[in-house]
């Protein structure tokens, strides 16, 4: 179940729920589909949910406890994505195992919120984090990364944000960077718009793939006005990621906020599986795997000049840009192939909901 993510969510659709199917078991996906403008996959049962947003996030909640109470004696185990969803379950009596994914650092993503007064948001804190003590205590737990178990008593599976590598990749080209991922101020579209104004007289296009929020939408719509980019808005994980190949590398901009700091920005991975270079700003988990696999470039925060010049850097050396992104794809695929965890993701369900194979 998710009221706040999108139905075609990468980690929750392309990686956990194709696991599972994979694995024989039969899923029903609770999602906002009709919110979305989403339509269920064949392989799974889908079944509508309103959209939590914004401030309008408690019908959703009860609709989804609704659907929880209806439908917690047809299911072996029901996993949750959103800590909104932790009010959907809690208290109802004879459920079946529930388990928390955790997707990100709860607490520290408040300071990203724009709806929530600021003066709301230390003793909303420190509520989340009381939320998670006692979800810990009364349900299962799966962890995104493996900064968050610092928040948690006890050690908790880490499924990692990894994709799917393919087995083949094209070079990286030379006329066009990509991001793909949420657009937002904090994730540095305003430094994508100046990057684009920057990078327009060289011929070098950018593209932009991912959901912006009220924010961003209309500074992007009048860049595509303006002819700077091109916004292909929310593409399916599997369509969105055919267009990082044969890119010149690919942009991750974001600032310096709490949530991001010990967190590994997947696109980074994406961008790695399909042979392109990373263009990155120095969040501590993003430098830690560009310079490990030297796969790319760091730049400082919130400079856009920096950036087209390392765009233009790797333009203008061919040798040096494919073999950057011969060394990230090689890495992806040997440390960040999903099917590595795939499986202890599908055993370990199966463990909690007590099927045994």
Known sequence: MTVVHNPE???????????????????????????????????????????????????????????????????DLVLIHDPELLFAVWGVRNRPPVVWDVHEDTPATLSLKPWLPSFLRPPVRFFARMLEGTAERHMHLLLAETAYAGRFKHAHLIVPNE?????????????????????????????????????????VAVELIGYADPQSRPILNQAVTDGLLEWRDFMPNDEALKRLDGA???LSLLHDEPNYRHSMPTKIVEYMA?????ITTP???????????????????????????????LRDDVRERRAQGARGYASARANHHWPNSAKRFVTQLEAWAGITR
């Open 9 to 75: 969510d990468a980690r929750i659709l392309h990686r956990q729920i194709r696991a599972l199917v994979d694995a024989g078991h039969e899923v029903t996906y609770a999602a906002s589909f009709t919110a979305h403008g989403v339509v269920p996959r064949p392989w799974v049962t889908g079944v509508d949910l309103p959209r939590a947003a914004q401030r309008k996030r408690m019908a959703a909640v009860w609709a989804a406890r609704r659907l929880f109470k209806r439908m917690r004696n047809k299911v």
């Open 163 to 203: 994709t799917w590598v393919p087995d083949s990749v094209t070079p990286p080209g030379d006329d066009r960077v990509v991001y793909l991922g949420w657009l937002s101020r904090a994730r540095g579209v305003f430094e994508a718009v100046e990057v684009a104004k920057l990078l327009q007289p060289y011929r």
């Open 248 to 250: 010149l590398a690919g």
């Open 274 to 278: 399909h042979g392109i270079p990373v």
């Open 283 to 313: 969040s501590p988990r993003a430098v830690e795997l560009v310079e490990r696999y030297d796969s790319g470039i760091v730049v400082p925060w919130e400079d856009p000049k920096a950036v087209a010049q390392a765009v233009l850097t």
